[in-house]
């Protein structure tokens, strides 16, 4: 869907890129913002090999959703783990939101599947293993130098 090359900017093809932008005013959210809630573009750098990797992880944990497993353990393990790596908070907070947006992508087509036990089963299975191996680098990787 999204890519990039290294240093290069976004394409995009047949895909619709939505900016959500929340500004709550001093005096309540029934008051109109006082301040711009537009911010320059800017470009986020992620490498085409992360960006697989992320579609297959957040597919997995969207077929495990549609199956009725709780995929939610599997997700904060997945982002506790790239949290530990070299990113800037840009970057983690962009991988959190393409995980999600790639979770949303597939989301009607895997709820119309329907799952026979042994396959929920092994979900369930590789799910648990998935979140082990996860938690475990995640414990066992120095954390990131801190970014601005």
């Known amino acids: 869907?999204?890519?990039?090359?290294r240093n290069q900017s976004w394409a995009c093809p047949a895909a619709v890129v939505v900016a959500l932008v929340?500004?709550?005013?001093?005096?309540?959210?029934?008051?109109p913002a006082t301040q711009p809630t537009t911010q320059p573009r800017e470009q986020i750098s992620v490498p085409e090999e992360d960006l697989e990797r992320i579609r297959s992880a957040a597919i997995f944990a969207e077929t495990a959703n549609?199956?009725?497993l709780d995929w939610k353990p599997y997700y904060v393990a997945f982002m506790r783990l790239e949290r530990r790596k070299d990113w800037t908070d840009?970057?983690?907070k962009f991988i959190g939101m393409y995980f999600g947006a790639i979770q949303g992508a597939h989301q009607e087509r895997l709820r119309?599947?329907?799952?026979?036990p042994?396959?929920?089963e092994g979900l369930r299975q590789q799910l648990g293993q998935e979140t082990a191996r996860l938690n475990e680098q995640a414990t066992t990787r120095p954390y990131r130098k801190r970014s601005e």
């Open 66 to 68: 549609a199956a009725g």
């Open 118 to 120: 042994e396959e929920v």
């Open 22 to 31: 929340v500004a709550v005013s001093a005096a309540g959210a029934s008051e």
């Open 90 to 92: 840009k970057q983690i």
């Open 1 to 5: 869907m999204f890519r990039q090359r």
């Open 112 to 116: 119309e599947k329907s799952f026979t």
